[in-house]
């Protein structure tokens, strides 16, 4: 038998955080692919801590992240077999965001990826990879 996709308790909490145009987009998403909502909202804490870690480029409160619903949200492909999450499998995080994205311009929502910040459909011209970062433009 197949394995049903579908989130677990977390991801559906963190996306409920989120505008609902990022709700619709993802809850089609897990449809087709496995995978975790791993940040929805963050607040201040959260943000700066993201900052200095070097996940963001942005402080508190310019982070879509931080907007009441969160207009961004990290979403990360996620495999039934150990180990759930392969932080270091770009090419799985590739496929995911080019999966979203295509799955946004069906369904009409107009998202930008943190695979392809500028959105010239060239992934190796950026200065800053966030593959598992998705928000509305």
């Not at 692919?33 to 700066?48: P, S």
């Amino acid at each position: 038998m197949a394995y049903q996709s579908r989130f677990g308790r977390n991801s559906k909490k963190r996306l409920l955080e989120c505008h609902p145009d990022l709700q619709r987009l993802f809850n089609e998403v897990i449809k087709h692919w496995n995978c975790a909502v791993i940040t929805g909202h963050r607040g201040k804490l959260e943000q700066d801590q993201a900052f200095n870690e070097f996940r963001s480029k942005l402080k508190f409160p310019q982070s879509k992240h931080n907007k009441i619903p969160s207009r961004g949200t990290d979403v990360i492909p996620w495999f039934p077999e150990f180990p759930h999450i392969r932080w270091n499998d770009r090419e799985a995080f590739y496929c995911f965001g080019g999966f979203v994205l295509g799955i946004a311009a069906v369904i009409g929502i107009k998202i930008r990826w943190g695979g392809d910040w500028d959105q010239d459909e060239e992934l190796h011209d950026q200065s800053f990879f966030d593959l598992p970062h998705f928000e509305l433009i």
